[in-house]
């Protein structure tokens, strides 16, 4: 079975300030999908990155960063000097790459982000 | 219009009502789902069409009856609702057939309130 593991359920940081999200996942597929999505009060879930297994590079994206550490099993997200418009609602999803599992998404529970200004 | 799109984005509707949420992806993608999120839970999958064929059907109660008649429209049909499936209700796609793994892009959801 996988597992995806948000232990933050809210965090609150002002505006400027670096924040990270943890995202651990647990899977026995040796070839997988990681995701990030955020969702902002209007609802819709935007998708921001994909990793898969094979490709533990770390990857920076603007304000944005990625750490993927299969050691430890780890997904997280980085926000440098976090602005009001980042406060979201930001998900880490799991997807296995075999045949018998398909394009299924196992979602963390979501990490509440507020930057205040 | 791009992207996935979402109709109504508000719905209230009584339990004896019969109503239909619709979505529609412009992305020209071969599979669809339906998810549900409520308050203090975890997205949920509903159904996944692929290739307009119903792949995954996760235990949804039969009072929720999805469509696709084609690879770019989707439907979730509701009748008889509890007020317990207020939600917002996510439609996404993705490129590939379920089979294979690949990103799902979400539309802006449906706001169902259940009296």
């Known amino acids: 079975a996988q597992k995806v593991t948000q232990a933050q359920t809210e965090i609150s940081v002002v505006e400027k300030e670096d924040v990270t999200l943890d995202c651990v996942y647990e899977t026995r597929d040796t070839t997988y999908y990681l995701f990030w999505y955020k969702q902002p009060p209007s609802g819709e879930l935007v998708f921001l990155i994909r990793r898969n297994s094979f490709d533990e590079q770390n990857e920076i994206s603007g304000r944005y960063s990625w750490n993927f550490q299969k050691s430890t099993s780890s997904f997280n997200f980085t926000i440098t000097a976090s602005q009001v418009v980042d406060s979201a609602v930001y998900f880490c999803?799991?997807?296995?790459?075999?045949?018998?599992?398909?394009?299924?998404?196992?979602f963390g529970e979501g990490t509440q982000l507020t930057v205040n200004p | 219009e791009t992207g996935v799109t979402q109709t109504p984005r508000h719905l209230v509707m009584g339990m004896t009502n019969k109503k239909s949420l619709k979505c529609e992806q412009h992305l020209g993608h071969n599979a669809m789902y339906w998810y549900k999120q409520s308050a203090k839970k975890p997205l949920e999958l509903m159904f996944v069409y692929s290739l307009e064929e119903r792949v995954e059907n996760n235990s949804v109660p039969s009072r929720f009856s999805p469509e696709c008649p084609n690879s770019s429209h989707l439907f979730l049909h509701l009748h008889t609702l509890q007020p317990e499936d207020s939600a917002l209700y996510l439609c996404?796609?993705?490129?590939?057939?379920?089979?294979?793994?690949?990103?799902?892009?979400f539309g802006p959801g449906t706001r169902l309130t259940v009296l």
């Open positions: 999803a799991l997807s296995g790459g075999g045949e018998t599992s398909g394009s299924r998404l196992t």
């Open positions: 996404a796609s993705s490129r590939r057939t379920w089979r294979f793994a690949d990103t799902q892009y």
